[in-house]
C-alpha cells in the first residue's frame, strides 16, 4: 500500500508459524499505523485456504470506533467478543507492537 494512499487494495500478509502454536510461545507483532488510518484485522488461523476454518484469534482495531475487539471461531461458531481496553493504543504514523502468549485453553492478549 502507497504511504499516503488509503485506497490501495490491501495486500494481507500470511505466514506460518513453524512448528505450530503450542502453549507458553509467545508472538511479537509490530507494524507502523497508515497516516489516515480506519482500521486492520489481525486473524490467526489454522488453514488459511479453508473458508471454515477455525479461527484462534482475531484482533479487529478500529480507528473511528476508537476500538480493540478480540474474538474467536471454534467449530463454525463466533464466541463473544471482548471489547474492554483501559485506553486506545494505536496512534497514526507511530509505531506498534502487539504481545501475544499462548495459553493451554486460552490466549492472553496485551494490544
Do not use: C
Not at 11 to 17: D, S
Not at 76 to 89: M, R, S, T
Amino acid at each position: 500500500m502507497a504511504d499516503n494512499d488509503n485506497t490501495s487494495p490491501v495486500k494481507p500478509f500470511v505466514g506460518q508459524i513453524k512448528g505450530g502454536l503450542k502453549p507458553s510461545m509467545k508472538m511479537t507483532i509490530m507494524g507502523i499505523v497508515h497516516s489516515k488510518p480506519d482500521r486492520f484485522v489481525l486473524t490467526l488461523i489454522s488453514n488459511p485456504s479453508e473458508p471454515e476454518t477455525d479461527i484462534g484469534l482475531e484482533v479487529t482495531v478500529s480507528f473511528r470506533e476508537r476500538s480493540v475487539v478480540r474474538n474467536a471461531k471454534v467449530s463454525g461458531k463466533w464466541g463473544k467478543e471482548e471489547k474492554n481496553i483501559p485506553y486506545f493504543p494505536f496512534t497514526p504514523m507511530q509505531h506498534f507492537k502487539i504481545l501475544l502468549r499462548s495459553h493451554v485453553s486460552d490466549y492472553m492478549k496485551k494490544p
